[in-house]
């Protein structure tokens, strides 16, 4: 059984440019979510994904957007990339956490992450 | 607001000897809390988690955390660390916004484990 897989591991880009990155979750699960994690600092919640809809977002500003396709995967887009959007981008999916159920406790699972580089 | 602190950058031990890394938070309500395990260019690994019930949670690897609320809590532990286990681990909180989950995340703490 595949665990949650990312694509590519590693971009180079420059400043301006606009780049997507992609994620296919663990089999059985429907929610999608992505974290950003700078250097030398703990992940930082992006948005969240749940029947191809963003149900949730964190303290990001419009140029980050995002996708989910009808098999649960997705994708991350970044337009006018800055210097300070150099970072490990990490998806998660969990099974049911987008419904938003009470006292859910699904857990998420992380990839390996796509490392972008802002030049 | 809802928040994870972990107080130490990095931790030093002895292989053999017991490891503790530590973790509180802050949240509304009841805290559903986690571990995660980097290591080097990778993504996060899940270790375990406390939902409720027994404030002494197992995971894998042999690690294990303890809940306390009162203290607001939630520490990883290992009786006898090994050299493999050098790696940067982090504390998570699921918070509740809107009805839906994300997880926040502390800073991290360096687990150095020495022969």
């Known amino acids: 059984d595949a665990g949650v897989t990312q694509s590519p591991t590693h971009l180079i880009k420059t400043r301006g440019q606009q780049v997507t990155l992609r994620c296919s979750p663990k089999s059985g699960h429907d929610t999608v979510s992505w974290y950003q994690q700078a250097l030398g600092q703990g992940p930082q919640f992006i948005f969240q994904y749940y029947e191809e809809e963003e149900r949730q977002r964190g303290n990001f500003p419009d140029r980050f957007s995002g996708h989910q396709f009808p098999n649960y995967s997705s994708e991350l887009n970044v337009n006018a990339l800055l210097l300070g959007d150099s970072a490990l981008y990490l998806c998660?999916?969990?099974?049911?956490?987008?419904?938003?159920?009470?006292?859910?406790?699904?857990?998420?699972?992380f990839g390996p992450g796509t490392r972008l580089t802002v030049l | 607001a809802q928040s994870v602190a972990q107080p130490e950058d990095q931790v030093n031990v002895a292989e053999g000897n017991p490891l503790t890394v530590k973790c509180t938070y802050s949240?509304?309500?009841?805290?559903?809390l986690f571990w995660y395990v980097q290591y080097p260019n990778r993504g996060l690994q899940f270790l375990l988690k406390y939902i409720t019930g027994d404030n002494l949670v197992k995971g894998s690897y042999g690690f294990e955390a303890e809940f306390n609320k009162s203290q607001t809590s939630f520490h990883l532990k290992k009786p006898s660390a090994l050299v493999s286990d050098s790696a940067l681990y982090f504390c998570?909180?699921?918070?509740?916004?809107?009805?839906?989950?994300?997880?926040?995340f502390g800073a991290g703490t360096r687990l150095a484990v020495h022969p």
């Open positions: 998570a909180v699921r918070a509740r916004w809107g009805g839906y989950n994300k997880l926040i």
């Open positions: 998660a999916s969990s099974a049911g956490t987008g419904r938003g159920l009470a006292g859910g406790t699904d857990t998420q699972y």
């Open positions: 949240v509304s309500g009841n805290p559903y």
